[in-house]
């Protein structure tokens, strides 16, 4: 399948299957927890799907280091400054099942990082930023027209965002969710054991330290 391209406002061509990721709408209207449903406040972001999650999560790491060296207008620097921080309140996608579990209690949060990523390679690659981000943006459009689950929906397919409103997780629900509880137990069980290695170091006898 060609790699059919459109018309950016920019008067740069936007690969179509970025293109089809902006559009998507869709008939569903979902709430995100943690997003409000008033007025836009800040610079509005596009809603993702589901199935284009992985995708934008597997070269997450190489669009935030591309749109750090980039001059961007102050819209720019917002939306970066929302991914990262979206992504630092999802564990930076490492709980599991947070970007490919509907139900986990990360997924909503990281709807918005990934969001908010993509954004940020659709606004470089319409504004000729560098051909490092054209060919990072072609790359990607093509996985998106090659994957068959590109367009799978869910719960917050439909939900667009804005750098205005942070999407926290829904911790409620971490207790019903046994990857994330698992997870975030193992982490403190472990904080829990280096701060009893660490007291106990601590509470060492002093004779021990001078032999």
């Known amino acids: ?15 179509a ?20 449903d008033g007025p836009v406040a800040g610079v509005p972001i596009a809603e993702i799907t589901h199935g284009q999650m992985p995708i934008i999560a597997d070269h997450a790491g190489e669009i935030l ?17 929302y991914a990262r921080i979206q992504r630092a ?22 709807h918005a990082w990934l969001a ?5 390679i659709l606004r470089m690659d319409a504004a000729g930023t560098s051909a490092q981000a054209r060919d990072l943006a072609r790359r990607i459009d ?8 590109a367009l799978d929906l869910c719960a917050y397919s439909a939900s667009p965002y804005d750098t205005a409103g942070l999407v ?10 046994p990857a994330s509880l698992g997870s975030i137990g193992g982490v403190g069980l472990l904080a829990l054991a280096l701060a009893a290695l660490a007291l106990r170091w601590l509470l060492r006898p002093v004779s021990a330290v001078a032999a």
């Not at 280091?65 to 620097?77: E, H, I, K, N, S």
């Not at 999802?90 to 099942?97: R, S, T, Y």
């Open 1 to 15: 399948m060609g790699l059919a391209t459109r018309k950016g406002a920019a008067g740069q061509s936007i690969p």
């Open 17 to 36: 299957g970025l293109c089809l990721c902006l559009c998507l709408g869709g008939a569903a209207q979902a709430h995100v927890p943690g997003h409000g």
């Open 65 to 81: 280091a591309l749109a750090a060296r980039v001059a961007g207008d102050t819209d720019f620097a917002r939306i970066l400054n």
């Open 89 to 110: 309140w999802c564990g930076w996608g490492l709980v599991p099942g947070s970007i490919s579990d509907e139900i986990s209690p990360f997924n909503a949060c990281s």
């Open 116 to 120: 908010a990523t993509r954004e940020l």
């Open 142 to 149: 093509a996985e998106m027209l090659m994957s068959q689950t």
């Open 168 to 177: 926290r997780p829904v911790w409620a629900d971490v207790l019903r969710h």
